[in-house]
């Protein structure tokens, strides 16, 4: 069973929104994690999280509730998971959110970073492409922003649930 990741779903507008999604998914999983740990460090208050009466954090007691129960390097592992797609129990019950509820886990573990989650390394320093990717998502308006955050914690966690088809993919037109 395979995960039903598609890089070409994407909720962004522009070709710049794009490419930046693109210039994303190039970074190794560790830089992922540290990029959306400087988000929400240095634009938290923007974007918390995206649509605050849209999140729902009852719905996520896994990611919300058990996983502050754990150690730094389970939840470190767990992140990993969930970054990378991979078929775990965390991971799956990360792909079952909405997007909304998803961006508000990773607001919820980046304001627990350092306390209740585990945290960045005191001697970690951002990468060239992780802060050139801050760099220009800083620069973009609030809709562009939103669109990008979405569509990146969209395209992790596991689910097997497939998207409906189109009517381009399928050559058939609906009826009722």
Same mark, same amino acid.
Request: glycine content about 6%; cysteine-free.
């Given at each position: ?14 070709a710049e ?29 923007? =974007?918390?999280?995206a649509a /605050? ?24 592992? =767990? ?25 508000? *886990? ?10 209740? *989650?585990?945290?960045? /390394? ?23 922003q939103i669109? =990008? ?28």
């Amino acid at each position: 069973m395979t995960s039903s990741f598609n890089p070409d779903r994407s909720q962004a507008l522009s070709a710049e929104t794009q490419n930046l999604i693109k210039a994303f998914n190039a970074l190794d999983t560790d830089a992922k994690l540290a990029w959306f740990y400087l988000v929400y460090k240095k634009m938290g208050d923007s =974007i918390t999280p995206a649509a /605050p009466t849209a999140a729902e954090p009852e719905l996520a007691p896994r990611l919300l509730g058990d996983y502050y129960e754990l150690s730094d390097d389970e939840q470190l592992a =767990i992140m990993r998971q969930i970054v990378n797609r991979e078929d775990t129990e965390y991971s799956r019950a990360y792909g079952a959110l909405k997007e909304n509820n998803q961006l508000m *886990v990773w607001y919820a573990w980046a304001q627990g970073m350092g306390d209740t *989650v585990v945290g960045m /390394p005191s001697n970690y320093q951002a990468s060239e492409p992780i802060n050139n990717l801050l760099s220009q998502i800083e620069g973009l308006d609030f809709e562009d922003q939103i669109s =990008i955050f979405r569509t990146i914690s969209s395209n992790m966690g596991y689910t097997d649930v497939k998207p409906i088809e189109t009517q381009a993919q399928t050559g058939k037109t609906s009826s009722l």
